[in-house]
């Protein structure tokens, strides 16, 4: 079966960096778009990355471009996400999510989160 495992998460300074990766199984990386959100406590699940299948073409929100960077290596069934000049407000659990067809579609699976949490 499909599961995504999130890790690289932990406790940073503000201005400091963290390298997220999302293990993937049970299906064929190659062929899927895959997204990161984060969740912050008291608000909703937000995306905030996508990277395609197709170009390994990348989307950010606003509130990450230029500081976060997503990958993906689909010989090794991983997809990463480079953070840096981490923020407070950066606080959250980071999820991965895998989508049916291209960035934007449809969300099929879930993993499970990596708490991130940035404070001096």
């Known amino acids: 079966q499909v599961q995504l495992v999130e890790s690289g998460g932990g406790s940073v300074q503000p201005g400091g960096s963290l390298r997220l990766s999302c293990t993937a199984s049970?299906?064929?990386?190659?062929?899927?778009?895959m997204a990161w959100f984060r969740q912050a406590p008291g608000k909703a699940r937000e995306e905030i990355s996508c990277i395609s299948s197709i170009d390994d073409s990348t989307e950010y929100k606003d509130s990450v471009k230029g500081r976060f960077t997503a990958s993906r290596d689909n010989t090794k069934n991983m997809v990463y996400l480079r953070m840096n000049n981490l923020k407070p407000e950066d606080t959250a659990v980071y999820y991965c999510a895998k989508y049916f067809g291209g960035c934007g579609g449809q969300l099929e699976d879930w993993g499970r989160g990596t708490q991130v949490t940035v404070s001096s």
């Open positions: 049970g299906f064929a990386l190659e062929y899927y778009a």
